[in-house]
């Protein structure tokens, strides 16, 4: 028998299943990849209005009387055009390894995932662009005089580690595909500028221009329409298909009285936190209302959060000066992923591992498992938790069936004897498992099998 070889047919029918599981572990929804493409174009768009906003701000410092500040916006810009460029090699690369990894260089890559883990992280590529990020950081915060533009920089820059242990790299780069990559480039991208913005503004003496915060009247400064001037022209010259989120209102005597800019950042998650910027410039802005259709939308800090209900496939945001509807834009509306699962257990390493599927597990490590842990593989974190889920052994031979339920995501006592009683044959499930959020219904995710040896 040890010489035995398979049929021709019999290899091919093996070769078929292996590329057909590859498939299926690999495959993206259609509408997420559509959402990347989207958010990545208006990305791109945004980054270059704040270039030619820019460029007005870094005119009026050259003209005062701070020389040295001046220059320093001036060297600051250049070490972000720098820091502009490594990030378009690294979206080349990315694109390059994902085309020469594939079957036939000619199809599209944009799903495939194993290019921007190669590059971004396991060469360490994206620990590099945290760190340029980091002096950028440091730069711009010595022209920000204001605390509150310094909190503004702080947070658009913020590298910290996310609340649930990721590093920064992992949080913004794991499990993304070519074009959740491209997009998640042009979000750090559009950051940089922002942040750049904020410093020069400030510098500048400008800061409550374009601070996106309805303030009391009495606090809002009289409109420096000198500064502005570049702006409004600039957005004047796009075509109402090419800017349908821009809004200008001026009086009699051709002042400006209102500037509305919605940033679109689609599509939004429906049940879900979905941050949107909302800019508005206005001689009275008590008097300027945003509102979400088939939803809920609320400001918060520099920014407004919008949560549609998940009862229609879009949602307007609308944005009035008292009754008069100033701008309206609609958002298209995407179911948001679900979760995937994991098993946390001990390795004979003693060191505490993940399990996912497919790997047979000793049976010291499959009575080590203690909980289950969420994952968020499309790049948006849902902040769900493990609301409850059921444990099934199924006894080789036996055909008997051992089951229990826990209330949350940590394992019971009565699991742990099941897990206990598990022998190599058995059929081990952790299923119906039941995930919650704070705006999200519960709703139940993938089960996981373990493969006791």
């Known amino acids: 028998m040890s010489n035995y070889k398979l049929p021709p047919r019999q290899k091919m029918i093996n070769l078929l299943y292996v590329i057909l ?3 299926l572990a690999i495959n993206i929804s259609g509408d997420v990849i559509d959402g990347f493409i989207t958010a990545h174009k208006d990305m791109k768009s945004n980054v270059e209005a704040l270039k030619a906003y820019n460029e007005v701000l870094e005119k009026q410092l050259a003209a005062g009387s701070d020389a040295a500040m001046a220059q320093k916006a001036v060297q600051i810009k250049k070490e972000l055009l720098a820091i502009d460029e490594r990030i378009a090699r690294l979206e080349t690369v990315v694109q390059t390894t994902a085309q020469e990894s594939s079957f036939n260089q000619s199809i599209d890559v944009d799903d495939d995932l194993s290019a921007v883990k190669e590059i971004m992280l396991q060469q360490q590529n994206a620990s590099a662009l945290k760190a340029d990020i980091e ?6 915060l010595p022209l920000a005089t204001h605390e509150a533009s310094r909190k503004i920089i702080e947070d658009l820059l913020n590298t910290d580690p996310h609340e649930n242990g ?27 500028w922002l942040a750049l913005n904020e410093a020069m503004r400030c510098a500048a003496g400008q800061v409550k221009i374009n601070d996106s915060i309805l303030r009391p009247q009495e606090d809002v400064p009289e409109l420096d329409n000198n500064l ?12 109402l298909k090419e800017q349908p989120q821009s809004k200008i209102v001026k009086d009699k005597d051709g002042r400006v009285k209102i500037l509305v800019m919605t940033e679109n950042q689609a ?14 410039v206005s001689e009275d802005p008590t008097q300027l209302t945003v509102s979400l259709s088939n939803g809920s939308i609320r400001k918060e800090g520099n920014h407004y959060v919008a949560i549609p209900n998940g009862k229609s496939q879009t949602a307007t945001l609308t944005v009035r000066n008292g009754r008069q509807v100033l701008t309206e834009h609609e958002y298209q509306v995407l179911p948001l992923p679900v979760p995937t699962p994991s098993l946390i257990y001990t390795a004979p390493n003693g060191k505490q591992r993940e399990y996912r599927s497919s790997v047979p597990l000793s049976r010291t490590e499959i009575q080590s498992i203690s909980r289950i842990k969420l994952h968020m593989d499309g790049g948006v974190d849902t902040k769900e938790t493990v609301a409850g889920f059921d444990l099934m052994l199924i006894k080789n031979g036996h055909k008997t069936v051992e089951m229990a339920h826990a209330d949350g995501a940590v394992l019971t006592p009565e699991m742990k004897k099941i897990l206990g009683n598990t022998v190599k044959g058995d059929k081990l499930i952790f299923t119906n498992i039941s995930v919650k959020g704070s705006h999200t219904p519960a709703r139940q995710t993938v089960s996981v099998n373990v493969i006791p040896m």
């Open 135 to 140: 002096k950028f950081k440091e730069e711009c």
């Open 228 to 239: 502005l001037k570049a702006l409004l022209a600039h957005l004047e010259k796009q075509s």
């Open 267 to 280: 599509p939004l998650f429906a049940h879900y936190e979905n941050l949107l910027n909302v800019t508005l």
């Open 21 to 23: 599981i590859a498939m």
């Open 166 to 192: 990721k590093t920064w790299e992992e949080a913004h780069f794991a499990n993304l595909p070519v074009i959740g990559c491209k997009m998640m480039m042009s979000k750090i991208r559009k950051d940089l």
